[in-house]
């Protein structure tokens, strides 16, 4: 049984719950959280630890460590400090802070002689191989990423982060047109506010700081700046009235030409229920992998991108040559 520990219990953190209840190779014994005593009432049995500056070397045999708080403050701070004691697994999602973040999981997690696989979800993670796979495919071809329509949980708690906002929830439209362009077999160069919008709901007692709270999460670069925003203030009971389910999706699509000239276009479609749900899933499959990677003696940072499809999954190599190839 491959032993795991979840840092943070929100929604990512009941996602990857879910998913090891679905995963008889695993096992969960700790949780770690900024919340034990309403956690504890939670999970009943499972160990509970609260989580601060020193919840890294806490003495529990894990094997893996999934993180599950937000990439904005919370995983940038915990995985290092985490990978000092244990493997880890995260789905750190700012993009443009990718390269960086690798480079300090990678010298954190060789020098304690762990493994520590980031940004493991669907974007970046899955559609990050279908951007690789289009690429490698399709020489010289061009690549189309479109998010939604559904929550970023990432971007929703970005707006979170802004003083006087209670609660946010940010949906990622994409613009219809521009899809349709790409599946006909256009490549025009796109802006990232032509391809998509986003529209952010949020909960903030204090009117008079609608305004101040809505020029920082429009303004928010990373997040926000590239595009066109609309935040819109409801209440918390319409939150919970309409905004409690987390829907979300995309495409990945790759254009290009073959020896004959031979138009080709690639699309790989993701539509999901439940982020939370679906992220926990995909990074408990990279725990798995993770533990084998450790046990086959490697050591430092690693990507889906890094990673042999096959220690992903729980079936064995003959196992997936027969039914999978």
């Given at each position: 049984?491959?032993k795991?520990?979840i840092?943070g219990?929100?929604n990512?953190?009941r996602?990857v719950?879910?998913a090891?209840e679905?995963n008889?190779?695993?096992?969960?014994?700790?949780?770690l959280?900024r919340?034990?005593?309403?956690?504890?009432?939670e999970v009943?049995d499972i160990?509970?630890?609260?989580?601060?500056d020193?919840?890294a070397s806490?003495?529990i045999?894990?094997?893996?460590?999934i993180?599950?708080?937000?990439?904005k403050?919370?995983?940038?701070?915990q995985g290092?400090?985490?990978?000092?004691?244990?493997s880890?697994v995260?789905s750190f999602d700012?993009h443009?802070?990718i390269?960086?973040?690798f480079?300090r999981?990678d010298?954190?997690?060789?020098e304690h002689g762990?493994?520590?696989?980031?940004?493991?979800?669907?974007?970046?993670g899955i559609?990050?191989?279908e951007?690789v796979?289009g690429d490698a495919?399709l020489?010289?071809?061009?690549g189309y990423?479109f998010?939604?329509?559904g929550?970023?949980?990432?971007h929703?708690?970005?707006?979170r982060?802004?003083?006087g906002?209670?609660?946010a929830?940010?949906?990622t439209?994409?613009v219809?047109?521009?899809?349709?362009q790409?599946?006909?077999?256009s490549t025009?160069?796109?802006?990232?506010?032509?391809m998509?919008k986003?529209?952010?709901?949020v909960?903030a007692?204090?009117?008079s700081?609608h305004?101040?709270?809505?020029k920082e999460?429009v303004?928010?670069?990373?997040y926000?700046?590239d595009?066109d925003t609309e935040?819109l203030f409801i209440?918390?009971?319409?939150?919970?009235?309409d905004h409690?389910?987390y829907?979300h999706?995309g495409?990945v699509?790759?254009?290009g030409?073959?020896?004959?000239n031979n138009?080709?276009?690639?699309?790989?479609?993701?539509?999901?229920?439940?982020?939370p749900?679906?992220t926990g899933?995909?990074?408990v499959?990279c725990a798995r992998?993770?533990?084998?990677?450790?046990?086959?003696?490697?050591r430092g940072?690693?990507?889906?991108?890094?990673i042999?499809?096959?220690?992903l999954?729980?079936?064995?190599?003959?196992?997936?040559?027969?039914?999978?190839?």
């Open positions: 049984m491959i795991i520990g840092v219990y929100g990512l953190g996602g719950r879910g090891l679905r008889p190779d695993m096992e969960l014994v700790a949780i959280t919340r034990p005593v309403e956690v504890k009432n009943g160990t509970v630890v609260t989580l601060d020193q919840g806490v003495d045999p894990v094997d893996i460590m993180l599950c708080g937000g990439s403050e919370d995983t940038p701070q290092p400090l985490f990978a000092r004691s244990f880890t995260d700012t443009a802070d390269a960086d973040y480079q999981m010298v954190t997690a060789r762990n493994v520590s696989i980031i940004s493991a979800g669907w974007d970046p559609f990050s191989l951007r796979v495919f020489p010289g071809s061009k990423t998010w939604g329509p929550v970023s949980q990432g929703s708690d970005a707006a982060k802004v003083t906002v209670a609660d929830r940010q949906y439209v994409p219809e047109g521009v899809i349709e790409v599946r006909r077999g025009p160069d796109f802006t990232k506010r032509e998509h986003r529209v952010v709901y909960v007692p204090d009117v700081e305004e101040r709270i809505r999460i303004g928010m670069p990373n926000y700046a595009y935040v209440t918390e009971e319409e939150m919970q009235k409690s389910a829907p999706g495409f699509m790759t254009s030409l073959t020896g004959g138009r080709q276009v690639l699309e790989y479609r993701c539509q999901l229920s439940s982020n749900e679906f899933s995909v990074l499959a992998a993770a533990y084998r990677l450790k046990q086959n003696g490697a940072a690693f990507t889906l991108l890094d042999p499809l096959g220690l999954s729980p079936h064995s190599g003959d196992a997936l040559r027969g039914s999978f190839m």
